[in-house]
Each structure stands twice: as C-alpha cells, then as structure tokens.
C-alpha cells in the first residue's frame, strides 16, 4: 500500500485527491508556486514544497521540480490531477524511470490517445462505434476534396494532435474547404506544433455523452455509466449531470457494455473516461482522457463510489472493489462549474474573496479550495468551485440546484452564477431538451 503520495496540481482537484489520501492512511506532500503559499490545499496536506514562481511553465507544470520535490519528500507515488501534466506520457514515464508509482493509465494508452487518429484506429478495431472519415492523417487539399466528396458534407476537420475544441473548423459545402483546409493546418501547427489533420463526417446538432470506466490489473473492469455534458460554451463544460436525460436504460446498457468490452481488449489500466456524440440514438467515439475528470463528482454521487480512491488503490495493486452487478445507478447529480469570470464577456476576474458563503443541507456537495480571504488570481485556470447537488429524480436535484445558487456568496470576484440561475430555470434545460450548440445559441 503507499505511504505518501505527491500531488502535482493544485486548487480544488489538488484538494479533492488529499481528501481522497486522507481517508486511505495516506499521507501526502504537495508541490505549490509562491502564489499559492496560503492556499487550502497547501494547508491542509502533510508536507509542501514551494517549487517555482506563480507562471505555470516554471512551476506545476516543471518536471524536474516534481521530481526534485518528490525524492526530497521520500514520496513513493505522483497523482498528476487533472490538466496541468496530467495527460503528458513523457512526464508518466519520468515518474516511473525514476521509481515512483504514477497514479494513472500505462503510459502507451496516454500516448496513444492523445493522437486522435491512433484513438480512433484503436476504438475502431476493438469493437466502438465511430463516425465515416479519413483513416489517417489528411496531407493536402485534392486528398481532402475526395475524402470529403466520399463521406458527404457538412465534414468537420481536427487536429490530430488536438483536443477540446482548438483547431476545428467546419465545413458545409465544397467551396468553403481549400480555405478551411488550409487554416484548420495552420492553427493545428500554431496550437499543437504539428499540422496533422484529419476529417470525419460532422453531426449538427449531437449531445456529449461519457463514459466512466475503472480497471484494474487483475483483468477486472467496471463501467459508472454515463455524463451528460452537452452544456458547454467554447468547448468548456459548465453543467455536467448523471445519468443523462436522454439516454434510454437499454441505450445505457448498450454503449456502457460495449465500452467496456472495448477497455478489456485493449488491456486498459486504472480510470478513464470514453467520450462519445450521441445523435438520433447512435452514439459515435471522439475521444478518450485517460486521466480523473472535473466532472467525476456525479458520478460518484450517483453510484456511491469514490472514484479517486478507487483509483489509488487499483494503482497501489489493489482490484477494484466492486463487481459490476454491485454497482448501482440511484438517483441524479447535476454539477455547475462555477468560475471566476465576468458573466458577460467571460474574461477572468481576480481579486480577494473578501466574504465565502457555501450553500449546504440536504444533497449539496461543494468541491473547492475557496475561503474568506483567499485570492484569486489570473495565473491558473478561473475554475474556483464545483456545485454538486444529488437528488432522487432529476427535478429534485433542479430544485436543490436552485436553493444552493441562491444561498452561494461569492464576494470580491464576478462568477458566472448568475448566468447558471438562468440556465436552469429554461424550459430547455428543465426538460433535458438541448446539445452541444443549445448554450451558445442561449446565449446570444
Ligand atoms: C465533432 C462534432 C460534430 N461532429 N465531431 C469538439 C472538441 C472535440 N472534443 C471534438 N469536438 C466535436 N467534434 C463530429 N464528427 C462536434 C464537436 C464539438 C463539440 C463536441 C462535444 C462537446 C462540445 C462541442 C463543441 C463544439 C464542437
């Protein structure tokens, strides 16, 4: 079992894993910038270690300083959170070259995935349903036109090393592609330092659907069925819910058990999240993050399971500790990611939170690192609080969403609260009625 495991991240998910050692004997040691010296999450762990400037380049994200940090807190383990290095293979391999346990996937599966032809050539083979498209890297316009004369417009061109929403561009008709195919190229060169693109056949209007698997190393692997995350706004998740409003008990069945089929013939480790469009009851693969989610809180809350404990323990040996047929879907979680932001023009804000108020009672968790006198500042990611309610039907939890935004106070920053109170109270969103485009139109 471990003794003390080295967090390289910080902020909310920083704390969401100490809590996680905590309650596992655990001891933990995190590494921490200048700028977040008075942190909660520098506070509350065993052990810290300042390792750089507030920049996150000369900071959470400096390899050696990690390194450093842990031979220096004799840690026997490295959980890289989530962003930051979290999904880097190279920093994996490091932490195991150098004789610490990484807590996550083998490194080959975080390479693998983080090239989306690869990711797809895989899901592919073992079984995932996928969208018509090129099978490889696309090297030039004529090759682009054909490809896109075969699957038919509208098409969608993304980068292969990408991610998220960077580097997209869609098509809708022919004349439009040369300039777009040229373009997407460029910014896939800008963004990512490779213009590899490829193509698929673009769904208008899909909902985001996700699955959540757990495997362990004794060939035993588990599904906590699906997330619906189909409200974003420029590609970034604001409300996240489990179980989905539109997926049917026999749709759930389906994609969950075919996902997990798929993660044994690949020979998957440790937790995972398989990203799928879901459109006219088809889902299609996007993507695999072979990493722990933001969003992973309803999922626990809905099937009763600590999923980053899980996921320390199945990286310490251990086996998962349920089967299947034990686990249980009761209930729904809805989750509002609350940033510090204008909630206009979503620029960041930053300030003192001179008064915190978090909501409580019944079905209300709060995943955050805020207090009185915190400070929020525009180094890292303007994430400052995950409002997470847990109802016995979806209305509930509407209901208890609404009570908990009006009890929040957030005082010394803007927050995009306002912006979530009107997004639950639509007729739309009440109903389950909406997709990935239904935010950005909202809110125009
Ligand atoms: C798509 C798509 C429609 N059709 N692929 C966005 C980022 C990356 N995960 C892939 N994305 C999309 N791929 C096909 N064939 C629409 C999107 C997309 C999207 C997907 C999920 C959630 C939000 C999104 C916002 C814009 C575009």
């Not at 038919?152 to 998220?164: C, E, L, R, V, W």
């Not at 204008?342 to 955050?368: A, F, V």
Request: proline share 4%; glycine share 6%; aromatic share 6%.
């Amino acid at each position: 079992m471990l003794k003390k495991v080295l967090v390289a991240n910080r902020g909310e998910i920083a704390l969401r894993i100490l809590r996680a050692c905590k309650e596992l004997d655990i001891k933990t040691v995190v590494v921490h910038s200048t700028a977040d010296e008075k942190e909660m999450f520098v506070r509350l762990a065993d052990e810290s270690v300042c390792i750089g400037p507030p920049q996150v380049k000369n900071s959470y994200l400096n390899i050696p300083s990690i390194i450093s940090a842990a031979t220096i807190a004799n840690a026997d383990a490295i959980h890289p959170g989530i962003g930051m290095l979290s999904e880097n293979s190279n920093f994996a391999k490091i932490i195991t070259d150098h004789g610490f346990k990484f807590i996550g996937p083998k490194n080959e599966h975080i390479q693998k995935m983080a090239n989306k032809i690869e990711a797809k050539s895989i899901a592919k083979k073992v079984g995932l349903p996928i969208l018509p498209g090129s099978s490889d890297n696309v090297l030039d316009y004529l090759e682009a036109k054909s490809i896109a004369e075969n699957i038919g417009y509208p098409i969608i061109i993304k980068s292969t090393n990408g991610g998220g929403g960077r580097g997209i561009k869609v098509v809708l008709k022919e004349k439009e592609l040369k300039n777009n195919f040229l373009l997407a190229k460029k910014e896939a060169e800008l963004s990512f330092g490779s213009n590899q693109v490829y193509i698929e056949k673009y769904l208008t209007n899909p909902r985001h659907i996700e699955i959540q698997v757990l495997c362990d190393n004794q060939g035993n692997a588990v599904h906590l069925g699906e997330r619906e995350c189909s409200i974003q706004r420029r590609n970034q998740k604001i409300i996240e819910e489990c179980p989905s409003p539109a997926i049917s008990e026999s749709d759930r069945k389906k994609i969950c058990e075919t996902t997990i089929k798929a993660m044994k013939k690949i020979g998957y480790f440790n937790i995972g999240t398989v990203e799928y469009l879901y459109s006219n009851g088809n889902f299609f693969f996007m993507e695999m993050n072979t990493r722990l989610q933001v969003e992973h809180t309803v999922t626990e809350e809905v099937y009763n399971i600590d999923i980053v404990k899980e996921q320390i323990n199945i990286s310490s040996g251990k086996k998962i500790s349920l089967k299947q047929d034990e686990i249980k879907k009761n209930g729904h979680s809805i989750e509002c990611r609350i940033n510090a932001e204008n909630p206009i023009t979503q620029l960041p804000s930053t300030g003192l939170i001179k008064t915190y108020h978090p909501p409580g009672g019944p079905g209300i968790r709060i995943d955050s690192a805020l207090y009185s006198g915190c400070n929020i500042s525009s180094f890292y990611d303007g994430l400052i609080s995950k409002l997470v309610c847990k109802g016995n039907t979806r209305h509930e939890c509407i209901m208890k969403l609404k009570r908990a935004l009006d009890e929040y106070v957030i005082e010394g920053v803007q927050t995009n609260i306002p912006t979530l109170k009107k997004i639950i109270q639509t007729r739309d969103f009440i109903q389950g009625n909406f997709n990935i485009n239904w935010l950005n139109t909202f809110l125009k």
